[in-house]
């Protein structure tokens, strides 16, 4: 589940401000009503920063958008945090949310409203070889989140 919390309302015009501010003399915000609209203030922080391969990314990093996620599996998050670039996060802490865990192990709350199991199907490692995963293993992993909560 992903849920939009906030985002910069024009990140492109902003890019280009920050992009633009960056070489010019005064500030930029005086030549505001000159800035291209949306669509082409994109198209120009595309060619001037990213297709000129000039390695000057600060701009990009002005913009900014705030999600609410959840139920994922674990190691995705570990994935986001370990490959992040310019992201950064705040985790749900289980030493403080633990209660949850407690009440599906009392069997007051769906073992599936706390642990994360994907859905039966087909799919590929790092590899990419195809595998399958089955009722069986699913099965197995939901004993497993059972044990754990207890």
């Not at 960056?22 to 990213?50: I, M």
Request: charged share 30%; proline share 4%.
């Amino acid at each position: 589940r992903v849920d939009l919390i906030a985002a910069t309302p024009n990140p492109q015009r902003c890019i280009y401000a920050a992009m633009h501010q960056d070489y010019s003399e005064g500030y930029v915000v005086a030549d505001q009503a000159q800035w291209p609209d949306e669509a082409r203030a994109g198209e120009v922080c595309v060619k001037r920063l990213l297709s000129g391969e000039r390695g000057h990314y600060g701009p990009l990093e002005h913009a900014q958008i705030v999600l609410n996620v959840g139920w994922f599996p674990h190691s995705v998050m570990q994935q986001a945090r370990t490959h992040r670039v310019g992201v950064s996060f705040d985790v749900q802490s289980m030493r403080y949310t633990g209660d949850r865990i407690c009440r599906a192990a009392k069997g007051e709350l769906d073992l599936e409203e706390v642990f994360y199991l994907r859905p039966v199907g087909s799919y590929s490692d790092r590899q990419g070889k195809k595998y399958q995963y089955t009722e069986e293993e699913r099965g197995k992993d939901l004993e497993h989140c059972r044990r754990s909560a207890e």
